[in-house]
């Protein structure tokens, strides 16, 4: 399998793109997908499915022009929805654009298979009330939004934002993985579960 990171947007937002053998998954397209489009073309993956870690605007405003050139379906959690009547959903604020509305379906946690590959689908909120969580065993990989960077973590000042609630949703979901777990943050670089349970200055005594 195959895991590809774009940097897209004006806020440089992580897009995944996680690839079986002929089958891929995106996750978060933040901005223009004409790079992930030309990496599928190239190889002659069929996207299945575009997965959003949460819904702030951007993480998702590439999501239409993906679906569109794919018709894969959006999919992302329904405690978010809410967002999407605001700035932090549709963008337009800060001097940003606004994004273009997108068509998408409610994805809850559980075990679901994208691409072929198994994927345990964790609620994992703090940053947003409905910040998911993708771990793919196989891939040794879970893809967190803005849950939790290279000795950091995500914002808890927005909207549905709570400290709390994400220093707990780190503790039960994400350090309770594999030490060897790569954590794929919606900015920033990789890091691992074991690198940031013994060395992430928000946990420290973990």
Partial sequence: MTIKDYQLGPLQTNCYLLAGETEAVAIDPGGDPAPVLAFLEKSGLTLTHILNTHLHFDHTAGNKALSDATGAPVLGNKRDAYLLDT??????????????????????????????????????????????????????????GDLIFYRSIGRTDFPGGDMDVLKRSVKEHIFTLPDETVILSGHGPETTVGDEKNHNPFFGGF
């Fill in 87 to 144: 700035w932090l959903g549709k963008g337009g604020d800060m001097g940003l654009p606004l994004i273009d509305p997108f068509e998408w379906d409610n994805l809850e946690p559980g075990a679901r298979a994208f691409a072929g590959l198994e994927c345990r689908i964790l609620h994992t909120p703090g940053h947003s009330e409905g910040s998911l969580t993708f771990y793919f065993p196989e891939a040794k990989a879970a893809f967190v």
